[in-house]
């Protein structure tokens, strides 16, 4: 098979489809991969450590389109990658499609087969290629949120760990999934006082142990966030419906009591985002204010550290990539976990709560490939 990488075009998105050592493992199982000229050379991943690894380096994101039978990526196609899809043609990549209905609507029209890594499930039921990148966005949440709470950066003026004789700042976490335990992971370590909340009581009580009590596990009823954000300093979305939109957790009116200068991280942002306050925001433009609360809403807050994000993303999502290049019909049909990923077949949606959050017919992906 013909494997494409692209260079990714989002707004300061570094990261990059395949490493070479990915590459190198492709064509040692007998595939040709094309990549686009400095595809990762702003991580130093140069054209030549690919060339070593077997690739061929294209000149054009046209040719990688053009020749390939399956294109890899890491963020949502962009519309002028879009229409250069064709049909019948296999893209694997986050697409979170469920908040970009212009997205969706592109590539039904495009006849591509849309693959995203958030929805590919393991047996335990977790999502395996997007657990990296939640652990990074969750690491990276409380870096963010600490910057931003300095007051020459608009906030508070808050030191995340206090010093002694200084209390420390209050972190709310909403979501004790991959996200929130990276983020209350961090918080603690840094000295902040922190409180997790989450809706099932098993996950509350493995937070618990995990965090050896020194962290407050709190049921996230609609009471009690309303209860904890107005003494939050930095409050940080994590909640996940796979494939679905993000549940609006927090209202308007609920971040008009928040402090004058506290801070909101929202790594729902891609499936809609937690706030009814958040819109999509980029690395070169962050945040913005709503009622003297700053929001940062990044929707690819991992492609800050794209290098340490790319290799992380490769570690989990080259086994899949080398079963697909394999024999993808057959790599869907009789893997169930990787069949959970398909998102899009020809022109229809397959994955069901991406149908429902975007009002589409739903198609069994099974009985799509079978077709």
Same mark, same amino acid.
């Given at each position: 098979?013909?494997i494409?990488?692209?260079?990714?075009v989002?707004?300061?998105?570094?990261?990059v489809?395949?490493t070479?050592d990915?590459?190198?493992?492709?064509?040692?199982?007998?595939?040709?991969?094309l990549?686009e000229?400095?595809?990762?050379a702003a991580?130093?991943f140069?054209?030549e450590?690919?060339?070593?690894?077997?690739?061929?380096?294209?000149p054009?994101?046209?040719e990688?389109?053009?020749?390939?039978?399956?294109?890899i990526?890491?963020?949502?196609p962009q519309?002028?990658?879009?229409?250069?899809?064709?049909?019948?043609?296999?893209l694997?990549?986050?697409l979170?499609?469920?908040?970009?209905?212009?997205?969706?609507?592109?590539?039904?029209?495009?006849?591509?087969i849309?693959?995203a890594?958030?929805?590919?499930?393991?047996?335990?039921g977790?999502?395996?290629?997007?657990a990296p990148?939640?652990?990074?966005a969750?690491?990276?949440?409380?870096q963010?949120?600490?910057?931003?709470?300095?007051?020459?950066?608009?906030?508070?003026?808050?030191?995340?760990?206090?010093?002694?004789?200084?209390?420390?700042?209050?972190?709310?976490?909403l979501?004790?999934?991959v996200?929130?335990?990276?983020?209350?992971?961090?918080?603690?370590?840094?000295?902040?006082?922190?409180?997790?909340?989450?809706?099932?009581?098993d996950?509350l009580?493995e937070l618990?142990?995990?965090?050896?009590e020194?962290?407050?596990?709190?049921?996230?009823?609609?009471?009690?966030?309303?209860n904890?954000?107005?003494?939050?300093?930095?409050?940080? +979305?994590? /909640?996940l419906?796979?494939?679905a939109? %993000?549940?609006?957790? =927090? $209202?308007?009116?609920? !971040?008009? *009591?928040m402090?004058?200068g506290?801070v909101?991280?929202?790594?729902?942002?891609?499936?809609?985002?937690c706030?009814a306050?958040?819109?999509?925001?980029s690395?070169q433009?962050p945040?913005?204010?709503?009622?003297?609360?700053?929001?940062?809403?990044?929707?690819?807050?991992? +492609?800050? /550290?794209a290098?340490?994000a790319?290799q %992380?993303?490769?570690? =989990? $999502?080259?086994?899949? !990539?080398? *079963?697909?290049?394999?024999?993808p019909?057959r790599?869907?049909?009789s893997?169930?976990?990787?069949r959970?990923?398909l998102?899009?077949?020809?022109?229809?949606?397959?994955?069901?709560a991406v149908a429902?959050?975007?009002?589409h017919?739903?198609?069994?992906?099974?009985?799509?490939?079978?077709?």
């Open positions: 098979m013909q494409g990488v692209p260079k990714e989002k707004n300061h998105e570094y990261r489809g395949l070479p990915s590459v190198q493992e492709l064509v040692s199982a007998g595939h040709q991969v990549v000229r400095n595809a990762g991580i130093d140069t054209d450590h690919f060339r070593r690894a077997g690739a061929e380096i294209v054009a994101a046209t990688v389109f053009d020749r390939a039978d399956m294109i990526k890491v963020k949502e519309p002028d990658e879009c229409r250069m899809l064709r049909a019948g043609q296999l694997f990549t986050y979170h499609l469920a908040a970009d209905p212009d997205q969706a609507s592109l590539l039904l029209k495009s006849g591509a849309a693959m890594y958030e929805t590919v499930t393991d047996d335990r977790h999502l395996p290629l997007l990148m939640s652990e990074v969750g690491r990276m949440a409380v963010a949120g600490a910057h931003h709470l300095e007051k020459a950066q608009g906030g508070r003026g808050v030191l995340l760990g206090g010093v002694p004789g200084v209390a420390p700042a209050r972190v709310l976490i979501g004790g999934g996200v929130g335990s990276n983020a209350a992971g961090v918080a603690l370590g840094i000295g902040a006082d922190v409180t997790i909340m989450d809706r099932s009581v996950r009580r618990d142990r995990m965090f050896s020194s962290i407050r596990c709190v049921y996230a009823t609609a009471a009690a966030i309303e904890y954000l107005p003494e939050a300093d930095l409050v940080i +979305g994590a /909640v419906l796979p494939g939109s %993000a549940p609006r957790l =927090v $209202t308007r009116e609920m !971040v008009g *009591q402090k004058p506290a909101v991280v929202d790594v729902a942002i891609d499936q809609g985002g706030f306050t958040s819109r999509p925001t690395h433009d945040t913005y204010v709503v009622d003297g609360v700053i929001h940062y809403c990044v929707t690819n807050m991992p +492609g800050g /550290v290098r340490t790319t %992380a993303l490769n570690n =989990v $999502t080259l086994p899949f !990539v080398l *079963q697909l290049a394999d024999n019909i790599a869907l049909l893997n169930a976990n990787l959970n990923g998102n899009i077949h020809c022109g229809r949606v397959t994955h069901k429902d959050s975007l009002g017919n739903f198609t069994d992906a099974f009985e799509a490939l079978k077709k």
